[in-house]
């Protein structure tokens, strides 16, 4: 049975950073595309990164070159370091995994964990 779940979330001021961390078990971390997602209230499930079975990543164009996404193979972990958060940010983030990259990216993926919060004030 595939577990993820997430840790990390928390309340920032706007120009900080947080550190998200997904622990997956009963998935092979390294052997599938694993990503988050985050769904900010009214508004629908949106894809924020990816990293592939062959360590290719993909962002969002609202996070470029703010979020960084990596794994761990060893311990079955993927974090998502989020620097420079804005207000727009805010959102419940989601750590996603499927063996096939195409339904993370379009937010559709086989797997997510419960989320965790993300507050960004002002």
């Known amino acids: 049975q595939v577990q993820l779940v997430e840790s990390g979330g928390g309340l920032v001021q706007a120009g900080g950073s947080l550190r998200l961390s997904c622990a997956a078990s009963g998935v092979i971390v390294r052997a599938n595309t694993m990503g988050w997602l985050r769904q ?8 924020v990164a990816a990293i592939a079975s062959g360590g290719y990543t993909d962002y969002a164009e609202s996070v470029k070159g703010r979020f960084t ?6 311990l079955t972990t993927v974090y998502l370091q989020m620097n420079s958060l804005e207000p727009e940010d805010t959102a419940v983030y989601y750590c996603a995994a499927d063996a ?3 339904n993370v990216r ?3 993926p086989g797997y997510w964990g419960h989320g965790t919060q993300v507050t960004v004030s002002s």
């Open 100 to 102: 096939a990259f195409r």
């Open 69 to 74: 996404i990596s794994r761990d193979n060893a």
């Open 40 to 47: 900010a209230p009214g508004k629908e499930r949106e894809f």
């Open 106 to 108: 379009g937010a559709n």
